[in-house]
């Protein structure tokens, strides 16, 4: 099994920044890919930004400049960096990844969460 486990998120105001972390563990033989989703209250969740284990990265247009991801794939661990954030982030953000638990074995994993409010 793999678990997920995001950091990071909080209250902060217009114009300010936040970096959100992931932290895979459990029967990890190898990453693929892993994701930053957003749901807001009474939205469906969104893909934010992605990344894969060669490095690729792609971006909603919607944070596109603002938002970095980025990963370390000797601590499995994955982020996102929001600079310049505005009052439409305020969502709770989700950790996804896809990962091999061995050389054949795939699943599709997601994290509990993290919220974060951009409010003056």
């Known amino acids: 099994q793999v678990q997920l486990v995001e950091s990071g998120g909080g209250l902060v105001q217009p114009g300010g920044s936040l970096r959100l972390s992931c932290a895979a563990s459990?029967?990890?033989?190898?990453?693929?890919?892993m994701n930053w989703y957003r749901q807001a209250p009474g939205k469906e969740r969104e893909l934010v930004a992605a990344?894969?284990?060669?490095?690729?990265?792609n971006y909603a247009d919607s944070v596109k400049g603002r938002f970095t991801i980025s990963g370390d794939s000797a601590k499995n661990t994955l982020y996102l960096q929001m600079n310049s954030l505005k009052p439409e982030d305020t969502a709770v953000y989700y950790c996804?990844?896809?990962?091999?638990?061995?050389?054949?074995?795939?699943?599709?994993?997601w994290g509990q969460g993290t919220q974060v409010t951009v409010s003056s």
């Open positions: 459990g029967s990890i033989f190898s990453i693929n890919a």
């Open positions: 996804n990844a896809d990962v091999f638990s061995s050389k054949y074995r795939k699943g599709n994993y």
């Open positions: 990344i894969t284990s060669g490095g690729s990265t």
